[in-house]
Nanobody
Framework: QVQLVESGGGLVQPGGSLRLSCAAS????????MSWYRRAPGKERESVAS???????NYADSVKGRFTISRDNYKNTTFLQMNSVKPEDTAVYYC???????WGQGTQVTVSS
């Protein structure tokens, strides 16, 4: 069955960096668009970034220029490199395979001094 497992969250200071990983299994990873979403306290879940099977990327305006999504089709893993983080980036971050609507369990990112 499809499984998505996020890791890499934690506490980071404003202006710092963090890299999230999403390990996928149970499907042919290289064929699918993968995405990162987040849900901040008291807010709706929102799309952060996506990457297609051919490597085309798309970003929310709020993270453009600071976050980078990438993928390793040999390791069946999607990454989200978060740089210059801000307190408003605090959220639970989720990995998603849109096709079939599969989600990971989420990883908490807290940006605070």
């Amino acid at each position: 069955q499809v499984q998505l497992v996020e890791s890499g969250g934690g506490l980071v200071q404003p202006g710092g960096s963090l890299r999230l990983s999403c390990a996928a299994s149970g499907f042919t990873f290289k064929w699918y668009t993968m995405s990162w979403y987040r849900r901040a306290p008291g807010k709706e879940r929102e799309s952060v970034a996506s990457i297609t099977s051919t490597g085309t990327t798309n970003y929310a305006d709020s993270v453009k220029g600071r976050f980078t999504i990438s993928r390793d089709n040999y390791k069946n893993t999607t990454f989200l490199q978060m740089n210059s983080v801000k307190p408003e980036d605090t959220a639970v971050y989720y990995c998603r395979r849109i096709s079939g609507d599969y989600w990971g369990q989420g990883t908490q990112v807290t940006v605070s001094s």
